[in-house]
């Protein structure tokens, strides 16, 4: 879900109290902009909006009410965005659905950095922050980055417009889904405050209008003249609009009957004790604020913005696209995912059927860890599915195609592992009914391998868990029938096994493992079974340059001291930023806690609220360091929460009415736009599959299978 904003003020009150602000003195429109420079400053911003030149787009991540009516645990990315030239001539009227095109600076992996967190609507009233977010704001018809320090943002979703369901694109919808069309910051209580520093508006370079023409800032008391930058940066011989606001600047055919556009103001919002004063010097009357400065200038804005459609991303390099996409012609095409949730990643009538695939044999000829399936290069989500009577079997779903699946000659009693290796091959274990062997199949360039054990002695009493995430390694840990772990890697062939403990201790325990891998290093995650004051402490062992380290009992992990205590294996996932690995585990109350591990030093647990489960959880890394979780709750229906800059949003229901599920799910990451993917196994015994975007999922697809023990998926890049 996406709006832009189709209005944008500078406030001449202080901010509401009610937004929270600090402090609600709004500086620049009470104290530093004058009623004369007020109207400037609005005018332009309006102008440059009307104009199209200025893009400010909202776009609502994890969004689970699109109505707009009721929902917590969602963040507002910030994106700056150019009118789409596929949709047309702009008509400069903030139509709604209009299609845009996203600023690859200020996105990572396709997704936001400018975020909003904490967000929330009751009863249609939004809030959102405080947050620090970096926003293009044209202040003065100057195109300004800014960085606002504890903005804070609210506004009303406005029925009506009643939600409808948007214009194209998206071209495909799930039934009976409508979107709020309008939001409002503009009434009593609404806006957007934040403190902006001096440090960005030491970046801005001096707008136009207040070096030439009728409004060019005189020399005179409280003012000064100010030095163009041209079309460059700010730099030595040019000046900042922090020197205007610094040192003032009065308009007008000579001082006598000049008027005060900006009164020279000092930054009122110290960021540590006191406000650093700020001078201007030199005979281009500079302000040089010190190092990391971060004093700021309290500002309220009011706002209102439209429904919109992200319909693509812009581009120099392939490198500034999301994972799955491609740079083509200034534009990041592939796959069946707008940016905000759509079907169509490449809007523009000369790509719009165009999947920026190309060619292939193999997958060791895809860039950007795409995969070669069907003589193209693409992204792919797999799915592994079990069953004790009948075969296994394997699907691939081509993002704008739908499951193909392949039946596999073995069975198995337990739920299989699966993961993708960055050489584009999926590799997925199980424990074969035939003697209840450790067995593997390979998923590469489209085919499904035969499965075969890989290793006759590796012997297993449950489910193996298998992790490459994205290294050239795949990581296999099991637990043999005297509860002793074992470790087993895979890089286009099998190594030997390998006992995970220390020389004469091998570690055991009274559950399966799992292991999350760390290129050709992995942590393992076990409950230590040994004897001792930590016995069934939640544990981990890393594999360190083909040496398994001594194990890490993680403090205050208990769950228990006796087999009542622990049922449900605990689950490890490699974060791709902030903390290197985060655990879950089910505790002796059933309910799901974690903990995240830190340059080798394990957080205190926390509990995930209204997170309960009688069964194993579903854990996979995000893009940005994220993770998604997903599990049965006690009531046999599907839950999920994503974590986020160190906090899990609200537990939500897959749907509703929600689905019923049979066992435990599995989840991975998303492609093609995509957030997430799931899979699980309904009552009917046959695997279903939805995808995550724009805050909802997708309704379930049927892939197959009967009588299923279990599935797992993965995805690739």
Known sequence: MVVRLTSLAVSGAPAPASLGCGPNTNALGTQVVTSVGLSQLNAALQSAID?????????????????????????????????????????????????????????????????????????????????????????????????????????????????????????????????????AGNGAGQGLCANITVQSLAQVPVPPTFVQGATACEACVGSNQYTSC?????????????????????????????????????????????????????????????????????????????????????????????????????????????????????????????????????????????????????SVVLLLATSPTSNMFGGALVPGSSWVSASLADSSSFAPSLTMDSAGRGVGAYVSTTGAVVSSTVWSNGT????????????????????????????????????????????????????????????????????????????????????????????????????????????????????????IPPAVIALSAGPELLMAYVDASNGIEFVTRTSGVWSSPQAISNALTNDPIALAPLPGGGAILAFRGQDSNLYWSEYRSSAWSAVTALSSPNVAIAMAPAVTHGVAGDVAEIAFVEGDGRAYAARLSGGMWSAPTLVGGASLAGVSIAAAP
């Open 448 to 567: 499904w391998g035969a499965p075969a054990a890989i290793n006759a002695v590796a012997i297993a009493r449950g489910q193996p868990s298998i992790d490459a995430t994205g290294g050239t390694t795949s990581h296999l840990v099991y637990q043999d029938a005297t509860y002793k772990y074992w470790h087993l890697a895979f890089t286009g062939t099998w190594s030997s096994q390998q006992a995970i403990g220390v020389a004469g201790n091998q570690y055991y325990g009274p559950l399966t493992a799992t292991v999350a891998a760390l290129g050709p290093n992995a942590t393992a995650a076990f409950f230590d079974g040994q004897a001792g004051a930590d016995v069934n402490y939640a544990a981990t062992s890393d594999l360190v340059g083909g040496s398994w380290q001594a194990k890490v009992d993680v403090a205050g992990n208990t769950i228990g001291g006796n087999s009542s205590g622990y049922v």
């Open 230 to 378: 041209g079309s460059g940066p700010v730099g030595p011989n040019c000046n900042s609009l922090l020197d205007v606001l610094v040192g003032g600047c009065r308009v007008g055919s000579g001082c006598l009957v000049a008027v005060a556009a900006i009164n020279p103001t000092q930054p009122d919002v110290p960021y540590s004790a006191s406000v650093t004063p700020l001078v201007s010097s030199g005979s281009l009357n500079k302000v040089t604020p010190p190092a990391n400065d971060l004093d700021a200038y309290s500002a309220y804005f009011t706002f209102a913005a439209n429904r919109a459609h992200l319909t693509g991303q812009t581009c120099t390099s392939s490198t500034q696209c999301q994972t799955g996409m491609a740079c083509i012609a200034d534009r990041c095409v592939l796959g069946h995912g707008g940016l905000d949730g759509g079907s169509d990643a490449s809007a523009g009538p000369d790509a719009s059927n165009d999947t920026g695939a190309h060619g292939c044999t193999a997958s060791s000829q895809c860039a950007g860890g795409l995969v070669c399936v069907s003589g193209q290069c693409t």
């Open 51 to 183: 104009a199209g030149t200025s893009n400010t787009l909202l776009q609502a991540r994890n969004l689970t009410d699109l109505t707009g009516s009721s929902a917590t645990g969602f963040d507002l990315g910030v994106v700056n965005g150019y009118l789409d030239p596929a949709r047309g001539t702009y008509p400069g009227n903030a139509p709604i659905d209009w299609w845009f095109l996203a600023d690859p600076s200020g996105l990572s992996s396709g997704l936001p950095t400018s975020l909003f967190t904490g967000a929330a609507l009751a009863n249609h009233s939004l809030a959102a922050g405080p947050s620090n977010v970096p926003i293009d704001i044209p202040l003065w018809g100057s195109s300004s980055s800014v960085q606002l320090l504890a903005a804070h943002l609210r506004g009303t979703v406005t029925v009506p417009p009643v939600p409808d369901i948007p214009a194209p694109p998206p071209a495909q919808l799930a039934t009976g889904l409508t979107v709020f069309q309008q939001l």
